[in-house]
């Protein structure tokens, strides 16, 4: 593997750029591995390049039907935060973020971690009661929050409009100062190359049929468009397809899976220094180094595979933006996708052990999975070499829908009166 | 925008005056208490989210009324709509990949 | 006269000038002018500068996909906007411009040094590099590159304008007014079908506008296309111009933007800018056209070189020559028609260079009659000048041998590298495209819509024009109409064919070459080949790692040639490679359109009660909940929240307060089955519940945790009347008439949502019964005691009447038809006057019922909330066998030791906890702490010290014991106690 730097990106401009390699190898699969990860976003690239640096497992292949990345790593608005309201969710986020803070570096691929602070909006006094309690909550986890008055945070987000006259007038806002954002590609890129550089196989374009278990109950393999590959160990983390691939091991999940939508405008020059959430409107927004404003809204409310997404909530979002931030109505959107999320019942990850022998799944993160990319990787990877769960992943088990353990950070929020 | 054809209304009206109300015929059980954890688990939470035609539930606002659907998941596209209560129809052939 | 205008020539008003400035420069243009042909005719070619290596730009289309000449446009304040392109802006008196991504000026840029460093800038550099040392990333490496990067500078004032917008249902909806387009909608409007013809641009026509040599007919261009859009006027069809198809959703809906007032020199005062329709077609026909591809050369992006179509419609439509000395390079026939009509309107052609050895001999002949040198076989190499380019290397290709290249003197020069039929709503369909060897057609379509003319690479306008009828007959047919063929006969039509190229061979150094694909992100072929040597294998991979189709033109100009070149590297043929994903808008879309009326105070209605306006002139403050704005508190001069909320309480305590609680959900439960259908949904018993009389209801979900409550009146033994919190009266609605109609149809009962029927006035206090009594008829007070119910008439309007307390002090609801609130209200005010009566908001009702204990459905309890956890189990009939949530009670985790339970909580200082705040049973432990729960309701009450509720693991056993408040100020020590701070006996209730 070539090392990035400024001087190889300085002798190689010399040179014409002739020298760089390929970043992973277009690798066919191998009759066998120790472990099969299907899904080649950044969860499962990550888990396998901690599977291999960590836990010396490099007989790994990550499996995915389109091109690496192309899932949801490739279409969320990158917002990065650990300000959760549970103690097992805020930990969970926030070991993410502790490997946020130093992966450009650990991989050698700039993924351009912005540590430009994400301010939610309370716009009510259920929103204060509830932000304060989650700044609380945060102080005394050791997780950063803090929360601000409606004059702090405009000082801290200039566009923001403070009036008290707005349909929903800002109040007060909490704020995570070591949140941010980061560039989507580059993660997935960045453990792929620093994965393949370990020995991991990267199969794309290579669909997983199904999960085959042999006569004692227990995983054998996968059975791909290319043909069957052994494995004693199979992960799954495939996002909004993990109900279809699940179901071919015989076990239904706890998930369904929703379109959820972004947009981005035509590039500008800086204007938003940070991300803005507001759940109330339901609207997020950041400015992409590239000069886009970068806009995300709810899902929609049908579960779909289409990756495509309806036209009011989009009008709704948009509104809710230009509500927030009235400067930006005469900006132009550029470009609006979709993606497919699944989502659990209590809106918390499923992260552990299948109740089938070698079977691992790391699903259910919602609208919220790219954030948690290092930290779900690392874990998954823990939880695959140990036959074990992590203590920080243990409380995110399967097993929590039977007996009523939930981690539910949706109804936390719930309004009511 | 889909459309969608209400069968109490006969009238096929824009998604905005309907509510999706999750997947369809999983009925509540009769006897709630005689079910293990684990039954009761997969009543209340485990679902298909089948990735092609699906059975489903949507509420029409207009008229106040729940009814069912069979809709390819992958198209968005509606294949049938009926009232609640019937069973469940078979799944058309051509849509069985 | 500008020295480029052609006298009399082209589509513009010669007798009608406008005056625009352009970087503080003013020029004259005509009207029907955009910026860009205005420019053009000034002489001036330099518009802009690239997004990376800041190079000078100058237009390279006419039209929409223009990714070059983006300016500012604006009209005074608050009227500004970024990147609009200047080859669509029209020319109106006063417009102000400027260039863009550049410092200090246009022509002099210091950021072009990036230019000279490009080696450096290769795709993706920036994820090679910028890591070291760590920190510098967020302080100095990001600043640097955001600041950089973006193109137009945003709006910094709110918005003035207002935007509109509007449902369309229609039979045929077509898409473009080119010549397929007009054939199509002639050919659907015949049978009375309802047809809709839309086209981005201020005229219908299409490419017949810049090709008026045409005949149809008999006629020339023009003046056919003026008779039909006459015959489809008269036909009844739907003629929308300025008007983008922006984007092709599920089952026929098309948004259309159109564009109403930024072309006028004084829009009429509140006239929307924009109005976005929401078109629902029976039948779609999608006659867009194709778009005409750059060629890929070094230096093929200098101010002065455009595409050949580009030049012939400045000429046609703008009467605007775009240099006196073009140099044409080209791979289709297209282009020679280009040169042709410039060399027959004054310009001396330098020469036409066209990549392919056999020409056909017709244009070859046309050249020759007009002088024109040809060089047929030959590449460009490179070209010269900076802010406009001066000359052409132009080079004979023999096999894989370039030959040496020769200068060729040119003022501009036109390109065409063939055409690209233009399918961008049909992929948002997710309609499947084929390769044909040239460019992707459309094959699988998932709508009911037809692709016309050039969208499907016919080229020429007989085609063309007979593809666009078929297409209109085919829709016809969709819609089980039929309709007559039509024939055309075209005269000077002008056929032709061309070849696709990757990057053209050069002679220089390839390495070196500036040959750009994607103008505006300044991407080059090298870039392509570096991402694909470097194992960019997938189209989506390179178009990301290259940022080329990322432009504000989302690869419009780029998209086919980054292709090419892709597969040529990485030895597949394109189909193999793939084409990323067109997405929704077509064009850029004003955020404004989609947010039509959807703005200000009718962004989300807000609901008001009847009351509400007597609450506005007495002075309330008012706060948001759920949809609804309530009366908060009601301050008198010189009063703060605080000040005016203890007055409210005392005053209630003291003798009598009143109380809008309209906005409490309402909902009747009638019939013979409606004491069933209340046991299933409801924890209580609802059997022996007489009528006349009230219960506390509690509403789980069928996960066991609470999601409502409110008490409930049986007003005869089959009628309900159920209240709910405020924000959950739709959702309990719902869940109810969910588990009527689909788990219990054999239930008979009718649910009635009537929150919008009923205002409802509050009375609490020792004196409620006193004054209520005298206005109150029909009620027998000796059986009427705390949580009653009856119909009755108050102050002489008809009520409902329920005796119940959220106070503590004695209480009544007061129900009257919504019309007569604010006379019931008002009658109320002037009978408690006597008694000191007391208008009090929802702050005090808070604090007064929290001094009860009584809970807030999403305050105290939070969706994770049991009723056992919440103290409510005596709200719970173990009795009956089953309702709504009743087995998950039962579930491990939620009959396990140390659930979270709800308390309350006096701190030793006296002083108010903060909502919110968590509660430790160790201050002194270092973080991460372990927390044991937190504040629920904090209030400074009527008793002269805070009170407070809490969810604490094992509360209920920890009665008395002290628990610990860490704030950023320090540690509250807290004592656990009852909920039930005031009047724990209940006597006041009944005095």
Known sequence: ?417 | MLLIHCPYCEDTLPELEFTYAGEAHIARPADPSALSDEEWRDYLFIRTNARGPHYERWRHVGCGRFFNALRDTVSDRFLMTYKAGLPRPPLPQETVE | MSRYRIMGKGRVDHSAPVSFTFDGKTYKGLRGDTVASALLANGVHLMGRSFKYHRPRGAVTAGSEEPNALIGTSRGAGRFEPNTRATVQELRAGLVTESQNKWPNLSFDLGAINDRAYMLFSAGFYYKTFMWPKSFWDKVYEPVIRGAAGLGKSPTEPDPDRYASRYLHTDVLVVGAGPAGIAAALAAAQSGADVTLVDENPEMGGSLLSDPAVQIDGKPAWDWVEAQLGRLRAAGVRLMTRTTAIGYYHQNMVGLCQRLTDHLDNPPKGAPRERMWRVRAGQVVLAQGALEKPLVFDGNDRPGVMLAGAAQTYLHKFGVRVGDNPAVVTSHDSAWYAAFDLADHGARIAAIIDTRDAVRPDLLEAARKRGIKVLASHTVTTTTGRSRVKSVRAALVRGDTVGAGHDIACDCLLMSGGWTPSLHLFSHTKGSLAWDGQTFLPDRKTEDCEIAGAGRGLWGYQPVLADGAAAGLRALAGLGRAGHDACFTVGNDRPGTGVTHTELPTDGNAGKARAFIDFQNDVTAKDIRLAVREGMRSIEHVKRYTTNGMATDQGKMSNINGLMIAADALGKAPPQVGLTTFRPPYTPTSFGAFCGYLRGETFQLTRKTPIDPWAEANGAVFEPVAQWRRAWYFPKPGEDMHAAVLRECKATRASLGIFDASTLGKIEVAGPDAVEFMNRIYTNPWTKLAPGRCRYGLLLGEDGFIRDDGVIGRLSPDLFHVTTTTGGAARVLTMMEDYLQTEWPDLDVWLTSTTEQWATVALNGPNALTMLKPLVQGVDWDDFPHMSCGECTVAGLPARLFRLSFTGEIGFEVNVPARHGLALWTALMEAGKPYDICPYGTETMHVLRAEKGYIIVGQDTDGTVTPADAGLDWAVCKAKKDFVGKRSLSRPDIVAKGRKQLVGLLTEDGSLLQEGAQIVLDPDQPKPMRMVGHVTSSYQSTMGHPIAMAVIEGGFDKMGETVFVPMPDGVRKARITSTVFYDPEGLRLKA
Request: proline share 5%; glycine share 10%.
């Open chain 1, 1 to 417: 593997m070539t090392r990035f730097s400024a001087f190889s990106l300085l002798k190689q401009a010399l040179n014409g750029h002739k020298g760089w390699r390929e970043q992973w190898p277009d690798s066919q699969p191998k009759a066998e591995y120790d472990v099969v990860i299907v899904g080649a976003g950044g969860h499962g690239l990550g888990a396998a390049y901690y599977l291999a640096k960590e836990h010396g497992i490099t007989n790994v292949a990550v499996i995915d039907k389109g091109w690496l990345g192309g899932g949801n790593t490739g279409r969320n608005t990158t917002i990065i935060r650990s300000n959760y309201l549970y103690d097992e969710s805020a930990k969970l986020y926030d070991h993410a973020l502790d490997l946020w803070d130093n992966l450009s570096q650990e991989l050698n691929y700039n993924v351009m971690y912005s540590k430009r602070g994400v301010m939610m909006l309370a716009h009510n006094t259920h929103d204060v009661q509830s932000f304060q309690r989650h700044v609380h909550s945060n102080r005394l986890n050791g997780v950063d929050n803090r929360w601000l008055t409606k004059e702090e945070a405009k000082a801290f987000c200039p566009p923001l409009n403070i009036s008290p006259d707005a349909r929903y007038p800002v109040v007060g806002a909490a704020l995570q100062m070591r949140a941010g954002t980061a560039r989507h590609d580059a993660v997935a890129w960045g453990y792929a190359r620093a994965a393949a550089a370990r020995g991991v196989d990267i199969i794309q374009n290579c669909a997983v049929n199904a999960i085959r278990r042999g006569p004692d109950g227990a995983v054998i393999g996968v059975d791909t468009a290319k043909g069957f590959i052994r494995a004693r160990k199979v992960a799954v983390s495939a996002a909004g397809n993990t109900s279809v691939v699940m179901d071919s091991a015989g076990l239904r999940m706890p998930l369904e899976s929703f379109p959820l939508q972004a947009l981005v405008s035509e590039p500008v020059k800086p204007i938003f220094p940070c991300v803005v959430m507001s759940n109330t409107v339901h609207a997020y927004i950041s400015q992409s180094d590239k000069g886009e404003l970068v806009i995300g809204s709810g899902t929609d409310q049908y579960t779909s595979y289409s990756q495509r997404g309806g036209l009011p909530l989009i009008e709704h979002t948009v509104a809710a933006i230009c509500e927030v931030f009235p400067i930006f109505t005469r900006m132009r959107m550029l470009r609006k996708w979709g993606g497919i999320v699944d989502v659990t019942p209590d809106r918390s990850a499923i992260l552990g052990k299948a109740p089938v022998e070698g079977l691992y799944v790391n699903c259910g993160w919602g609208t919220g999975g790219f954030k948690a990319t290092p930290g779900a990787a690392h874990l998954l990877a823990y939880t695959v070499a140990k036959d074990e769960p992590h203590p920080l992943n243990a409380p995110f088990t399967l097993e929590r829908f039977s007996t009523g353990r939930l981690i539910d950070e949706a109804a936390a929020a719930a309004v009511a009166h």
